[in-house]
């Protein structure tokens, strides 16, 4: 303690003192501006609660009337406030180690069926085509039937006319599914494969392997349909086109740089 004090020119007593003094704690860190950008994060939260920080920050990024505001930023104020979402801790069943993204749009579409299930019993269907690269929601379709060969049909027609203005694809597109009845009638299969289309379906046994898909319905139950009037199918019908064109032009996508896949496409476009 004596060479210490020494070098330090202080005094060993009060060198000893100090030792036994109990350590500082550092108070919370914080900013001045954060009051200012938690009102702006509760706006968007209290229009978007199932948004986590990364998406949050994506659309605080999205105007150009603030300067950007960093993630980690984001994560801190919401952290403090309690305003991040809880932690998913679910384990998939079955690992699938395929690749489904593509480097390019229009090379593979994937689709899928699920079922809304309305608060008086009703049940409506809904399908849809999404492609696997900007992840936009190319066309769907909702019912109350269960959907059939024809419907899957129509489905593909309305996909092809959506991105290529025409009935037929200019180069072979994938149309990757699962193996529901609708999808592999040998009809269905005949009229994607007449249009331009390479029927892809999934192994037996392993929806799993359609992941892009499944992933995008628990996204749309999860920020729409849970967060709506479901009261009944009319009600329901009435809501899932602007439900298709939000997520289209404003859901953010990690896989696509916290971009939405309208901005994804404009962005690649140009």
Not at 52 to 67: E, H, I, S
Not at 87 to 116: M, N, Q, Y
Request: with cysteine; proline share 6%; glycine share 6%.
């Amino acid at each position: 303690m004596k060479p210490i004090a020494e070098a330090l020119s202080i005094s060993r007593p009060h060198l000893s003192s100090n030792r036994e003094l109990p350590a500082r704690k550092r108070g919370r860190y914080t900013k001045h501006e954060d009051e200012a950008l938690l009102r702006r994060i509760e706006c968007i939260v209290t229009e978007r609660p199932t948004y986590g920080y990364r998406r949050v920050t994506a659309l605080l990024n999205a105007g150009d009337a603030c300067a950007p505001v960093n993630h980690k930023r984001v994560y801190r104020v919401m952290k403090q406030t309690g305003l991040l979402l809880p932690k998913h801790t679910g384990k998939p069943e079955r690992p699938h180690d395929g690749k489904v993204i593509t480097l390019k749009s229009d090379l593979r579409w994937c689709s899928d069926a699920f079922e809304i299930r309305c608060w008086n019993g009703d049940r409506v269907r809904v399908a849809f085509s999404l492609d696997c690269c900007d992840r936009e929601a190319i066309a769907w379709r909702g019912q109350t039937a269960h959907f059939s060969g024809p419907d899957i049909e129509d489905l593909m027609a309305m996909s092809i006319e959506a991105r290529f203005g025409a009935t037929r694809t200019p180069h072979p597109v994938e149309w990757l599914s699962d193996n529901g009845p609708p999808y592999t009638a040998y009809d269905t299969r005949a009229f994607g494969r007449a249009h331009g289309l390479r029927i892809r379906n999934t192994p037996a046994y392993s929806p799993e392997s359609n992941g892009m898909a499944e992933a995008f319905v628990k996204t749309f139950k999860r920020d729409y349909v849970y967060l709506a009037d479901v009261s009944d199918a009319e009600t329901v019908l009435r809501q899932i086109d602007s439900w298709f064109h939000d997520y289209n032009e404003n859901a953010p996508h990690k896989g696509l740089h916290m971009r939405s896949p309208r901005q994804f496409r404009r962005a690649n476009e140009s």
